[in-house]
């Protein structure tokens, strides 16, 4: 297909959704947040799995905790939590914290996070739900530290959404800043496709029209009376969905399935744009810098099979030295990084 067929394709699909469906306009939270029983496919270690040392996604996992109990100075105080999902990494820095408070607009991630800590047996953290878009339940100058993880640009007006963090946090206080910005998606991925699985015989396909010029995303929802394994038998033989296999025609051929569409749109700051916007806002000094979770993932490349750690206290000690020098270690903001700001 050539490249001006496939663009007239993609925006044939978004126009015949606009116009036949009339997708109704919503938050994330409405969008797929309060549908999820688990965000992360209760994939995590120590919240939903054992810890293995022997899969690099728990290693990275535990890089990602320290990436955030050091770069917040979180030790021993109040940290804050924003969109905090099936309670990560609330749940797995309260160990290391006086207390933690995980915010969020959807009521279910708070039941989920809630359930979590209960059967954990953790006592120290705490869950909230606001309505996206209003002022933090919390007076000024209330946390020492603000975990933010792929949960700010979720917001409908992202920078006001710094500001209220900004507003709640101690002077001198730390957040840090784990992002999703759309420049990994540049050069064949701005349109892309997702489903996901309610229950029997219910399913979403998620469709994603990403603008990664002007930082923002346009998603489509539309919830189909069939199996997700259904809908992808459909689309492929060999079991791997692609945009390109979302046509009008096929569209059209399941419209009598399509019980509910919706649009949501979502704001997503570059790492550039993140720094203008702190500077504004008044933060005293913003840090870009590599982050906890990669240098986790590269210690764990380094080690053959037999030679590699097995057990937790092991790996949490070689861990935390790489990861007390990666949270300082300052990144160019093109690579679009983690971001500690200062108040």
Known sequence: MSMENQNASEKNVFNWIEEKLMPKSCTSEEFIYNEMESQSEYSLPIIYQPFDASKISHWKDRGQLYDFLYSTDGEGKILLDFGPGDGWPSLIVAPYVKKVIGIDSSVKRIEV?????????????????????TKLPFDDNTFDGIMAASSIEQTPDPKKTVEELYRVL???????????ALSGYRNGQEQDIWISEIKDNLCKIILYNR??????????????AMSKKEVVKQLSAEGEVSFNQITVPYLEG???????SQVCKTIHPSGRTFVS??????????????????????LFDQYSDKDRPKDLASIDGII?????????????????PFITAIK
């Open 254 to 260: 399941i419209k009598h399935k399509i019980i509910n």
């Open 170 to 180: 101690k002077p001198k206080g730390r957040l840090r800043i784990y992002y999703e």
């Open 211 to 224: 603008n990664i010029e002007k930082e923002y995303a346009v998603q489509y929802a539309l919830t189909i």
């Open 113 to 133: 996070c809630t359930e979590n800590a209960k059967r954990m047996g953790i006592t120290n953290a705490e869950f909230i739900k606001y309505t996206v878009g």
């Open 320 to 336: 935390k030295k790489v990861v007390s020098v990666a949270v300082q270690f300052e990144a160019p903001t093109y690579i679009d």
């Open 277 to 298: 916007w702190l500077k504004d806002i008044g933060f005293g000094k913003i840090i870009p810098t590599y982050n906890g979770g990669i240098a986790a993932a590269k």
